[in-house]
């Protein structure tokens, strides 16, 4: 019955403190204040400032601000236009036109980033103002941006999965190859419903392309050569040893100042502009996550997700009756805490039961995996409905709303996993060895 | 009266150019680390150095961030309530958020106090005085605490807060 | 009834935190739910750097952590962590013996009441290849995590790289990486053997896990409830120190049918390695001073 009350509290809270427009970082804050005070008699105070420190003083964030600096300063160079310029007389003719670069894209620097919010917001910033040029839906500009840069979570290197690997003990290195076809085959889907919606919709009327002969579309791809250098220098120094995942982050960066400097768009002005711009949008997600680590050691304290986790275990379901009680259970949770916070947390109760299932643990690291972008586009707490917020100026509603579609696509991928778990297992049984 | 807008503007200005320059060490101290292994040499503490400035970069940059509208809010709310009940919503929102982070400083505050009276020092190869790196979130802290209650002063006062976005956030926003 | 926070640093399915559950349940039902301990394994409450700061400062009532993970802040902690000082589980309870008035002083001084502690199994040495000797070192690149590991890599020629605990799996693969030093345990649970070949049960040392209440907090505790607790916590200690042997036991076997080469390192290479061992010894002694001499000189004169 506690639990009860606490849920109910919680989400009072939250949604009183979200609604009336207090900032997302504080308002967590805010909640998880209340929940330590009502639930414990720990002093509060101190564990606040204990966990907000550990949380933001932590060297795996780094790569964070890294990535959203490389985005900026990308944006500042004609990379965007190079990038449509390659991409666009290959796609444009398919059904659904340039909104696929915004899938394209992700996917492509999914390859590059762990993180799902560096997608967004670097793939965005190309993207959005290039498709709004072109009288492209904004709907299905903010929805297919929002679903496809979950792909970084998805697509090694992904700090979600090292994050699972971990607390599971399970190789990350097979982690990361079974998270290549589902991520591409993810991928497959978005662009399949956007040509669905491009062939039945009747306001989809975007600027027709120029015609272009094959050796011209050819011609044309040299437009792509930085992009792919870029991207070829970051994983491959990755995958040939030379980097971590962090320290790939920081060639992203230098890669995109020197391709700056060649393309003449770096001066002085646009260093800064881009540096200022990265120290903002970084401090945005840094106080989100502030909150988020506080609300999760609250919650942590009245037990509860671990309480949801014991109800479905004591329900003694069958393989696929647990798996969609935790479909559910992951939903709900995600919409409420970030979905790394939720793996961390439930992880300890939800481990065994999936074992005495006799479920893959490697497979079971997608199945989350894909959960985990579920959370990421479903209101109240969202990472990237927060960042397009923060880069359209839409309200939360809206982008949810535009978002609905490929959230329905990644229930859709969840059931392609339960019954063809070999698109997740294929790849590493076959590949026992690291990438190298 | 001026003197004081002069000098908290040029605080926050400062604040943020800091909170950039952290993020340049964080290039930095990555790179150098990377140099470093491939050479043969090694670079203890680098993590950690990163790490701290991590924290600077963030906690330096909140009131920054906060005065160009770069922090998320859901305003379905706000923008749908008259000029009147619009400014008492806005005022409870600056309210209740410069309380907390005036309750963050304090505590913040303690936190280092402790940190500095336990001796306390990194677990990890750099070995710091933690209490030094730990400074930046009583001092980002408060600042951000500053920002908030100026916004919620001129807010009261003038009838409008301080929060501006910035140009060339909107013009990919267009 | 009083509800008690017991964060652990390592996950749910680790020996340590099965142990600790055990102790969790084991109190709850001596004390008739009159304490009531919640375990919250794998850092999900609190990470286990911050474990020892959150139980000082009374944010939880006890928990779980390496107090060698503290030895930058007193040279002391780190007495469990001398290479080659103490090689093999008899060894470490006779060094753990003499150290425990001076560590149980040190911890009251911070507000610590030591229940119980269990050893990690011991550390041996991974390669990518055969290695016999300390020659054979010489340039690999070796996984170092704090000033003792890259200490050990600088005497015995290797070059230590720094890589955190979450990209070490992709750190070896990679070939960032070529060498580490840990337990059985680690290699097994990180499935090393998909880019490692070989593993040297050097016995190198065994570090402790320490579970501490706040000693506020437990000078409130009924004396009748104290002899539960303290009958539980003795109960686990022998628990843990049964399931550490065994697991060590279950690791190497595990790792040799994951493909490893799993033996005793050959007479040269421990000679080698015991000069460093002795080397490292005295420059513990060093920062440690008449306190660390006393516990070593104690435990000498067991042997
Ligand atoms: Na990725
Ligand atoms: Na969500």
Redesign the pocket.
């Known amino acids: 019955m506690t639990e009860l009350y606490a849920i109910v509290l919680f989400l009072v809270v939250l949604f009183f403190l979200l609604g009336t427009g207090v900032w997302v970082g504080l308002a967590l804050m805010g909640v998880a204040w209340v929940g330590i005070e009502l639930f414990t008699t720990r002093p509060v105070g101190d564990a606040m400032v204990t966990t907000i420190w550990a949380s933001s003083s932590s060297w795996t964030l780094t790569a964070l601000p890294l990535f959203i600096w490389m985005g900026e300063i990308l944006f500042r160079t004609r990379l965007s236009e190079d990038m449509f310029k390659g991409l666009s007389p290959w796609l444009a003719k398919l059904p659904g036109g340039l909104v696929h670069t915004n899938i394209v894209g992700c996917t492509v620097f999914?390859?590059?980033?762990?993180?799902s919010a560096a997608?967004l917001t670097t793939v965005g910033k190309m993207s959005i103002p290039e498709l709004r040029a072109r009288n492209y839906p904004e709907k299905m500009i903010i929805g297919t941006l929002a679903g496809a840069a979950t792909?970084?979570?998805?697509?090694?290197?992904?700090l979600a999965l090292i994050v699972y690997g971990v607390t599971v003990n399970e190789s990350i290195t097979k982690l990361f190859f079974a998270g290549v076809l589902p991520g591409l085959f993810l991928a497959l889907m978005f662009m399949a419903y956007v040509a669905f919606v491009s062939l039945t919709s009747k306001n989809w009327n975007p600027t027709v392309e120029r015609n272009m002969s094959f050796a011209d579309k050819l011609r044309n791809s040299r437009f792509l050569l930085p992009v792919f250098a870029l991207i070829s220098v970051v994983i491959g120094s990755m995958y040939l040893g030379f980097a971590t995942a962090t320290e790939a982050a920081a060639i992203g960066v230098i890669g995109a100042l020197v391709l700056a400097l060649l393309q003449g768009s770096l001066n002085w002005g646009s260093f800064q502009q881009s540096l200022m711009g990265a120290m903002r949008t970084s401090a945005m997600i840094a106080l989100i996550l502030a909150g988020a680590a506080f609300l999760k050691l609250s919650m942590g304290f009245t037990g509860l997700p671990r309480a949801l986790a014991d109800g479905i275990a004591g329900m003694e379901l069958s393989r696929f009756e647990l798996l969609m009680a935790l479909l559910v259970f992951y939903i709900v949770l995600g919409m409420f805490l970030d979905g790394i916070s939720s793996v961390v947390l439930t992880m300890a109760v939800v481990e065994p039961m999936v074992r005495d299932a006799s479920i893959d643990l490697i497979w079971f690291g997608i199945f989350v995996v894909v959960v985990v972008e579920m959370a990421q586009i479903t209101p109240p707490i969202g990472f990237n409905l927060f960042v397009l917020q923060g880069m359209t100026d839409h309200e939360m509603g809206y982008i949810t709303k535009a978002a609905l579609p490929m959230f329905a696509i990644m229930v859709v991928m969840v059931f392609v996993l339960i019954f063809f778990p070999d698109i997740a297992t294929w790849l590493p049984d076959n590949l026992r060895q690291g990438p190298s | 009266m001026k003197a004081l807008r002069k000098s908290l503007d040029a605080l926050y200005l400062i604040s943020g150019a800091l909170a950039a320059m952290c993020l340049v060490a964080i290039l930095l101290l990555i790179v150098v680390q990377m140099v470093a292994r491939w050479t043969g040499e090694v670079f203890p503490g680098a993590a950690s150095y990163a790490g701290y400035a991590m924290a600077g970069a963030s906690f330096l940059a909140f009131a920054n961030a906060l005065n160009r509208g770069s922090h998320i809010r859901v305003s379905i709310l706000l923008n749908a309530l008259p000029d009147g009940p619009k400014r008492l919503l806005d005022i409870w929102c600056f309210g209740l958020a410069a309380a907390i982070a005036w309750y963050f400083t304090y505590y913040a505050y303690w936190f280092v106090y402790w940190s500095w009276k336990f001796n306390e020092v990194s677990q990890a190869q750099d070995a710091t005085a933690l209490w030094i790196p730990q400074s930046v979130m009583v001092v980002g802290g408060a600042i951000l605490a500053i920002a908030l209650t100026d916004n919620l002063l001129t807010l009261i006062v003038k009838g409008e807060h301080r929060l501006t976005r910035d140009i060339v956030d909107q013009s990919f926003g267009e | 009834a009083e509800k008690w926070d017991m964060p652990m640093a390592y996950s749910a399915s680790n020996f340590h935190s099965e142990n600790g559950m055990a102790f969790a349940k084991c109190v709850t039902d001596g004390t008739s739910g009159d304490i009531e301990i919640t375990v919250h394994p794998g850092g999900s409450l609190i990470a286990g750097a911050d474990i020892k700061r959150a139980i000082q400062t009374g944010q939880v009532q006890l928990g779980e952590r390496l107090l060698s993970g503290h030895q930058n802040e007193n040279a002391m902690f780190g007495f469990d962590s001398i290479p080659f000082l103490a090689p093999s589980f008899d060894d470490s309870a006779a060094l753990w013996k003499a150290a425990k008035p001076k560590i149980e002083e040190l911890l009251a001084e911070q507000n610590l009441t030591l229940l119980y502690n269990v050893p990690w199994p011991p550390q041996g040495l991974y390669f990518k290849k055969d290695v016999n000797s300390v020659e054979d070192m010489k340039g690999v690149k070796f996984r170092s995590y704090n000033n003792a590991t890259s200490r050990l890599a600088e005497l015995t020629g290797m070059l230590p790289v720094t890589i955190e605990a979450a990209e070490l799996s992709q750190a070896f693969a990679t070939g960032v990486a070529e060498s580490m030093i840990s337990s059985g345990a680690t290699g097994y649970d990180q499935k090393v053997w998909e880019s490692l070949t070989n593993f040297y049960e050097v016995d190198a040392w065994l570090p402790r896990n320490y579970i501490m209440v706040n000693s506020d907090i437990w000078s409130d505790v009924s004396d009748a409830n104290k002899g539960v607790i303290t009958t539980c916590a003795t109960e686990a200690e022998a628990r843990g120190l049964q399931a550490s042997k065994d697991y060590t036991q279950f690791t190497y076997d595990g790792l040799r049918d994951g493909g490893m080469k799993v033996e005793a390192a050959s007479e040269e290479l421990m000679t080698g390695l015991r000069a460093v061992g002795d080397t490292m010894t005295s420059e513990w002694l060093e920062s440690a001073g008449d306190d660390g001499k006393a516990i070593v000189d104690s435990y000498k004169s067991m042997q």
């Open positions: 999914a390859a590059v980033s762990g993180s997608t792909l970084g979570l998805m697509i090694p290197p992904s």
